[in-house]
Nanobody
Framework: QVQLVESGGGSVQAGGSLSLSCEAS????????MGWFRQRPGKEREGVAA???????YYANSVKGRFTLSRDNAKKTLRLQMNNLQPEDTANYSC????????????????????????????WGQGTQVTVSS
């Protein structure tokens, strides 16, 4: 069983920066895909960024150029650096992990999010709130 624990988040004014971290424990092969999803008020959960075990990254168009995702396989940690935050980035951010890819072809529907191969993403953190004020 994989456990994911997020830290970071908080409140910031528009244009500011925040960093989110996710620490994995339990069985986490370094080949696991990891990433972040977010759920904005009244919206379906959506993918933000994902990273392969080799460090290949995917970003949603809405965050490209502002967010940077990195991982440390030795420490089993994931870090999302968020710069130039905007009010529309306000959301609950969740860390996710899966043994097969998710990213460009992943999607969320009715509270579940799916990998590129159509299978559900099974491992989630508890979520952390990010609030950006204008």
């Amino acid at each position: 069983q994989v456990q994911l624990v997020e830290s970071g988040g908080g409140s910031v004014q528009a244009g500011g920066s925040l960093s989110l971290s996710c620490e994995a424990s339990g069985y986490t092969d370094s080949n696991y895909y990891m990433g972040w999803f977010r759920q904005r008020p009244g919206k379906e959960r959506e993918g933000v960024a994902a990273i392969s075990g080799d460090g290949d990254t995917y970003y949603a168009n809405s965050v490209k150029g502002r967010f940077t995702l990195s991982r440390d396989n030795a420490k089993k940690t994931l870090r999302l650096q968020m710069n130039n935050l905007q009010p529309e980035d306000t959301a609950n951010y969740s860390c996710a992990a899966a043994p097969t890819p998710f990213g460009p072809r992943s999607y969320c529907s009715a509270g579940l999010c799916y990998r590129s191969d159509g299978r559900p993403i099974g491992f989630w953190g508890q979520g952390t709130q990010v609030t950006v004020s204008s």
